[in-house]
């Protein structure tokens, strides 16, 4: 089983998280080590987000399911900022512990988030969440046919600029 290196944790990402400009604007430390699939879990959008003006991801547990994802190696040093970031301290996200696979088959122990609230109005993403994501889908090799799931989720059609902790960003509102 792999282990992070010396003070860093390992960090499964499926959400905005996976586009290596969005996971630098709060944890600069974080390096890509693997594209990893989650078993028996599905990629959801179920909680609206003002900064993203949309619904955000989530994973729910969903037996024969999976969700792709990127394995990233952060510092400790920023594990209360991504913390921050997914409002664990609001009780936003909870922390999990979970077992991802490698595409060579390894089994990998990382730090994921579960949103702990369940209900929105509407759950579609934002135009620019959604492509954000699939940018960094792309960008770091996540299987094609993920890649068609992903651009298949409905979106709400907001593209303009957000605002995230660190300042404002434009994205791309095309992958």
């Given at each position: 089983?792999?282990?992070?290196?010396?003070?860093?944790?390992?960090?499964?990402?499926?959400?905005?998280?996976?586009?290596?400009?969005?996971?630098?604007?709060?944890?600069?430390?974080?390096?890509?080590?693997?594209?990893?699939?989650?078993?028996?879990?599905?990629?959801?959008?179920?909680?609206?987000?003002?900064?993203?003006?949309?619904?955000?991801?989530?994973?729910?547990?969903?037996?024969?399911?999976?969700?792709?994802?990127?394995?990233?190696?952060?510092?400790?040093?920023?594990?209360?900022?991504?913390?921050?970031?997914?409002?664990?301290?609001?009780?936003?996200?909870?922390?999990?512990?979970?077992?991802?696979?490698?595409?060579?088959?390894?089994?990998?122990?990382?730090?994921?988030?579960?949103?702990?609230?369940?209900?929105?109005?509407?759950?579609?993403?934002?135009?620019?969440?959604?492509?954000?994501?699939i940018q960094g889908a792309r960008e770091n090799g996540l299987p094609e046919n993920y890649i068609k799931f992903l651009e298949s989720i409905e979106d709400n059609g907001y593209s303009g600029e957000v605002i995230l902790t660190g300042g404002?960003?434009?994205?791309?509102?095309?992958?």
């Open positions: 089983m792999k282990m992070a290196s010396q003070n860093c944790f390992l960090y499964f990402a499926y959400g905005s998280n996976l586009l290596k400009k969005r996971i630098h604007v709060n944890n600069p430390s974080a390096k890509m080590i693997s594209v990893a699939k989650l078993k028996d879990y599905r990629l959801d959008f179920i909680l609206f987000s003002q900064n993203w003006q949309g619904a955000t991801a989530t994973i729910v547990e969903d037996p024969g399911n999976f969700v792709y994802g990127v394995l990233w190696e952060i510092g400790n040093e920023d594990m209360a900022k991504l913390d921050r970031q997914e409002g664990v301290n609001n009780g936003v996200y909870k922390v999990l512990e979970v077992d991802v696979e490698t595409p060579n088959g390894e089994s990998v122990r990382a730090r994921c988030y579960q949103q702990l609230i369940t209900f929105t109005e509407d759950k579609r993403p934002s135009s620019v969440y959604k492509n954000v994501i404002s960003y434009k994205y791309k509102t095309h992958p």
